[in-house]
């Protein structure tokens, strides 16, 4: 089992002799929610490194980043710390295309009620995958439903 | 980074909520509450004045606790979002369930 308090470690890559390819950052943390806040910097913080990032996309992408992995660790990875999640960002210029995966079963995304319903907007639960639709530009769901991408504007 | 809870003359209690307010650390902030709530106090103010991002367990953390506040006789609110944290009770229609204040001067005032 990885130590929740031990560093999370981003895997950078880089080709630099290809103008304009994109660049991609690798993540992967235990399915413990401890480590959401620190995942969540540090892909913020690189996802915006040397780009003019307003403070806007700086916090749709800080809410991304935390409610699609924290919904892999509690309903995909059952909040098993043994287990893993892992979140890519690939970077160019214009865009922010994020990924998380989890080992986990998978969901339907369309069996999720819309939570702004009168007999939802009391629930504790249920808003997270409506807010990334609504933060996201973009949101794609592997077949499996156990990878989500979400696409945002790099500036 | 945290929460931090003050009690003022009129028996309001004053919760900063510094940082983020997400799945992480959501349970400090019901037990914080819910100590006060042992301790007869009924009315709460969440001060956002600070906070940088809340995800949907934050959310839901703050849902569940005006409900728990509300059937005691009590009330919480909220103040000191900024444009993007009011976004997200406005896209989420958390901004109907709850009484938002600009500051916390404000919600104090009006409390």
Redesign the interface.
């Known amino acids: 089992m990885d130590d929740p308090a031990a560093p999370l470690r981003l895997c950078v890559r880089r080709t630099p002799s290809r103008a304009g390819a994109p660049e991609s950052v690798a993540l992967q943390l235990p399915a413990d ?5 620190e995942a969540v910097e540090l892909m913020a913080r690189h996802c915006c490194a040397g780009a003019p990032v307003s ?2 996309t700086r ?1 749709r992408l ?2 991304l980043l ?2 699609a992995i ?1 919904n892999s ?2 309903f995909g990875a059952g909040g098993d710390p043994a287990r893993q999640v892992r979140v890519e960002a690939e970077l160019t210029d214009q865009q922010i295309r994020l990924q998380v995966t989890d080992d986990g079963p998978g969901f339907d995304p369309r069996d999720v009620p819309d ?2 319903l009168p007999d939802g ?8 995958l ?2 990334i639709r ?2 996201a530009d973009q949101v794609e769901f592997n077949d499996q439903g156990n990878t989500i991408w979400m696409t945002l504007p790099r500036c | 980074m945290g929460f931090s809870k003050t009690t003022n003359g009129a028996g309001i209690a004053v919760v900063k909520v510094e940082g983020q307010l997400i799945v992480g650390n959501r349970q400090e902030l019901k037990t914080l509450v819910q100590e006060g709530l042992d301790h007869g106090e009924r009315k709460f103010l969440i001060d956002c004045g600070q906070t940088g991002y809340i995800d949907s367990s934050g959310l839901g953390a703050l849902v569940s606790l005006a409900k728990k506040v509300r059937d005691l006789g009590g009330e919480l609110r909220i103040a000191g979002l900024n444009d993007d944290l009011r976004s997200l009770f406005e896209l989420t229609k958390l901004d109907t369930l709850f009484h938002i204040s600009p500051t916390a001067d404000e919600a104090l005032a009006g409390f």
Do not use: D, K, Q
């Not at chain 1, 907007?121 to 997270?128: N, S, T, V």
């Open positions: 929610v401890r480590c959401v806040e403070s806007r916090f800080r809410v935390a409610e924290s660790i509690l939570p702004t907007l009391a629930r504790c639960i249920g808003r997270g409506f807010l609504s933060l």
